[in-house]
Nanobody, 125 residues
Framework: QVQLVESGGGLVQAGGSLSLSCAAS????????MGWFRQAPGKEREFVAA????????VYPDSVKGRFTISRDNAKNTVWLQMNSLKPEDTAVYYC??????????????????WGQGTQVTVSS
């Protein structure tokens, strides 16, 4: 089993920055990738960023490309999501996720096997 614990959410004004972290514990040696998703009230869970643990390859949707950066520290089993130039539409609960299998992009909810509890990010206008 794997446990994921997110931290770093909060309230920020539009144009500001926040950094989220996600620490993985348990059986993490087979991890292929980790990612971030978000879910706003009444909406489906949306892909935000992903990174492969071996090569550090990253994937972003157009909605956050150039504003968000995902990074990882394999030794610490931790990933970070640096969010800059935040917009009110970035407001959501942000979830960390971990995948034990190889996929091409890791941009689908079904690509992941474990999920964190989520952390709230609120961007005021």
């Amino acid at each position: 089993q794997v446990q994921l614990v997110e931290s770093g959410g909060g309230l920020v004004q539009a144009g500001g920055s926040l950094s989220l972290s996600c620490a993985a514990s348990g059986r993490t040696k087979s991890t292929y990738a980790m990612g971030w998703f978000r879910q706003a009230p009444g909406k489906e869970r949306e892909f935000v960023a992903a990174i492969t643990m071996s090569g550090g390859n990253t994937v972003y949707p157009d909605s956050v490309k150039g504003r968000f950066t995902i990074s990882r520290d394999n030794a610490k089993n931790t990933v970070w999501l640096q969010m800059n130039s935040l917009k009110p539409e970035d407001t959501a609960v942000y979830y960390c996720a971990l995948s034990d299998y190889y996929y091409s992009d890791y941009d689908r909810v079904t690509d992941y096997d474990y999920w964190g509890q989520g952390t709230q990010v609120t961007v005021s206008s």
